[in-house]
T-cell receptor
């Protein structure tokens, strides 16, 4: 079974500062993928970034980077230079080797303050 | 950029009625999924579909739910006899292969009265 834990229900950050959203996971799969999604108040789910379990480099996509620490089973999302438009719910998710479902965490609501 | 399309965006129905939620996945994607999200809560897996059959389903996906891919492009979720607790946002998603990210549609907000 797979489990994703996001321990921060809500986070605040000042505009232009960096913020880290925590995600830990548990799986017995040797090969898996970790993902982050953004859900603004309008409701859509937007894919942000992906990290494969065998990727040696941490994934980066523009202002998003994924701090992957395999031994600690953590996959934290770092958003640099926060913008007001980053205010949203953020979900961490993972997929295992059987190409089945993605398991989601409970989400973290990020509020960017001007 | 290709996207997953869901219709309708909002569906209101009476308890006991049947609803069909429609999705057009990205054309070269092979894996299809339905998820639901009760307002403000976590995203829950319902069912995955590959090679024209269900590959996995959750406990939520009981006999009142069914999925079809009738014509090679549409992917539908049918709820036979809706209950009040079926009110939620229903997301369709697709992925190119078993490891790629899921791409979500904008969702259908189902309200059962």
């Amino acid at each position: 079974a797979q489990k994703i834990t996001q321990t921060q229900p809500g986070m605040f950050v000042q505009e232009k500062e960096a913020v880290t959203l925590d995600c830990t996971y548990d799986t017995s799969d040797q090969s898996y993928g970790l993902f982050w999604y953004k859900q603004p108040s309008s409701g859509e789910m937007i894919f942000l970034i992906y990290q494969g379990s065998y990727d040696e480099q941490n994934a980066t996509e523009g202002r998003y980077s994924l701090n992957f620490q395999k031994a600690r089973k953590s996959a934290n999302l770092v958003i640099s230079a926060s913008q007001l438009g980053d205010s949203a719910m953020y979900f961490c998710a993972m997929r295992g080797t059987n190409a089945g479902k993605s398991t989601f965490g409970d989400g973290t609501t990020l509020t960017v303050k001007p | 950029e290709p996207e997953v399309t869901q219709t309708p965006s909002h569906q209101v129905t009476q308890m006991g009625q049947e609803v069909i939620l429609r999705c057009v996945p990205i054309s070269n994607h092979l894996y299809f999924y339905w998820y639901r999200q009760i307002l403000g809560q976590k995203v829950e897996f319902l069912v995955s579909f590959y090679n024209n059959e269900i590959s996995e389903k959750s406990e939520i996906f009981d006999d009142q739910f069914s999925v079809e891919r009738p014509d090679g492009s549409n992917f539908t979720l049918k709820i036979r006899s809706t209950k009040l607790e079926d009110s939620a946002m229903y997301f369709c998603a697709s992925s190119r292969d078993g490891k790629s990210p899921l791409h979500f549609g904008n969702g259908t907000r189902l309200t059962v009265t």
